[in-house]
């Protein structure tokens, strides 16, 4: 069975930091485009991250560059967002999505394949 489950997620307090994970099983992520997406309440889902298995390669919302960073963990079938200098508007449900081996992680989301649960991130003194 094909399943995404994140980790990680939690209460920080501005200027802190978490790192969230995106641990797959059922399939290998060699090869996978990985999307890390965010969804506030009442405003609509937008993407953060993502990372192209294939080559390396990532790519970061403005709002996040320098902030954030996602990477891959080989030997536990993982990719993890580490989040440095957490601000209260980084509050939100995380989510992690693979999209299937052939293809750039910067697609829409609908066009992701697979998708976790969701993480809660709330920044706040």
């Known amino acids: 069975q094909v399943q995404l489950v994140e980790s990680g997620g939690g209460l920080v307090q501005p200027g802190g930091s978490l790192r969230l994970s995106c641990a797959a099983s059922?399939?290998?992520?060699?090869?996978?485009?990985i999307g890390w997406f965010r969804q506030a309440p009442g405003k609509e889902r937008e993407g953060v991250s993502c990372?192209?298995?294939?080559?390396?390669?990532?790519y970061y919302a403005d709002s996040v560059k320098g902030r954030f960073t996602v990477s891959r963990d080989n030997a536990k079938n993982t990719v993890h967002l580490q989040m440095n200098s957490l601000k209260p508007e980084d509050t939100a449900v995380y989510y992690c999505?693979?999209?299937?081996?052939?293809?750039?992680?910067?697609?829409?989301?609908?066009?992701?394949?697979?998708w976790g649960q969701g993480t809660q991130v709330t920044v706040s003194s």
């Open positions: 999505a693979a999209r299937l081996p052939g293809g750039s992680c910067l697609i829409p989301s609908y066009e992701y394949d697979y």
């Open positions: 059922g399939f290998t992520l060699d090869y996978y485009a």
């Open positions: 990372i192209n298995l294939s080559d390396g390669n990532t």
